[in-house]
């Protein structure tokens, strides 16, 4: 499945509770042109308090509290397979997420954010780089710049990972996006995502956090925000209460690509 080009094998555990690494598979089927090949592994099991559970294992092997487009796949395949209604709830590592379908049209709410923290500086190799920082389910760390579609991937990948293993995110590190203001409540961003290691072509988590910090701090616009990433756009919507942020949605498309059987 995709969610504007953010791709997951979803594997439905529900009845056949399989107990298994699921960890090491990741590592090994989420690899491209020697495997299936995605940005991570998505497991449905039963839930305890929700309509089910959601694990999710990055392309490394290593397990996430929430992804974003994930969790709108999972919407999407629930909804599809009949065990969950149009409007559902799903248990994560971050927390209980709701989500809407509306046939390829899936809405999550993610959990509430930590607050925003006002903007400081990294030292990276020597140069110094303005940022922001905010838990949107999963650490995020925002650098604006211009031109944000022309830096070359392979700047987004020396810088990317530069701050995501940066000591001053230890131990869990943290995701990296490149944010530019395109106009009143419209921004554009890039993403280089922990646990996958690379640029991806969308980022729901990452969405939500750049249009949060730009609407607070850039003056950007008030939400719902669009947010362009390369695999398409997504629209963040979300209201303040004093310094607290709260009902943020993420909306956009989800793809099913196709389903087949994965050898041991």
Same mark, same amino acid.
């Given at each position: ?13 529900? +009845? ?11 590592? $090994?089927?989420?690899?491209? &042109? ?9 497991? *449905?099991?039963?839930? !305890?308090?929700?309509? =089910? ?8 092997? +290593? ?8 969790? &709108?796949?999972? !919407?999407? =395949? ?6 969950? #209604? ?13 989500? $809407? ?19 400081? $500086?990294?030292?990276?190799?020597? /140069? ?7 838990? +949107?389910?999963?650490?995020?760390? /925002? ?21 995501? %293993?940066?000591? !001053? ?15 009143? +409540?419209? *921004?554009? $961003? &890039? ?11 969308a980022c729901g988590t990452g969405a939500a956090a750049s249009a949060i910090i730009s609407s607070r %701090?850039?003056?950007?616009g008030d939400p719902p925000i669009q947010v362009e990433m390369p695999g398409g756009t997504l629209i963040?919507? %979300? #209201? ?9 949605w993420l909306k956009g498309a989800v793809d099913f690509i196709y389903e087949g059987t994965i050898t041991?």
């Amino acid at each position: 499945m995709s969610g504007h080009g953010n791709d997951f094998i979803v594997i439905d555990n529900r +009845s056949e509770g399989i107990s298994t690494n699921w960890s090491e598979h990741a590592s $090994v089927w989420c690899k491209r &042109r020697t495997s299936v090949g995605a940005d991570g592994l998505l497991i *449905i099991e039963p839930g !305890a308090a929700g309509d =089910f559970r959601l694990r999710i294992f990055q392309s490394d092997g +290593s397990e996430a509290e929430m992804c974003g487009n994930g969790a &709108r796949c999972a !919407a999407a =395949f629930a909804a599809r397979n009949g065990f969950a #209604k149009p409007r559902m709830v799903m248990e994560t590592m971050a927390g209980m997420v709701g989500a $809407v379908v509306d046939d390829t049209i899936v809405a999550i709410q993610l959990t509430d954010p930590s607050s925003p923290e006002d903007e400081n $500086v990294l030292d990276v190799k020597g /140069i110094r780089i303005p940022f922001y920082f905010i838990n +949107s389910g999963v650490p995020h760390t /925002i650098l604006f710049r211009d031109s944000v579609a022309q830096i070359p991937a392979d700047e987004i990948m020396e810088t990317g990972r530069a701050v995501r %293993f940066h000591p !001053a995110f230890e131990p869990a590190g943290t995701n990296v996006d490149f944010v530019e203001i395109l106009s009143s +409540s419209h *921004i554009r $961003v &890039r993403t280089y995502e922990r646990g996958v290691e690379e640029e991806t072509l969308a980022c729901g988590t990452g969405a939500a956090a750049s249009a949060i910090i730009s609407s607070r %701090f850039k003056n950007a616009g008030d939400p719902p925000i669009q947010v362009e990433m390369p695999g398409g756009t997504l629209i963040i919507d %979300f #209201k303040v209460n004093g310094d607290s942020l709260e009902e943020v949605w993420l909306k956009g498309a989800v793809d099913f690509i196709y389903e087949g059987t994965i050898t041991p």
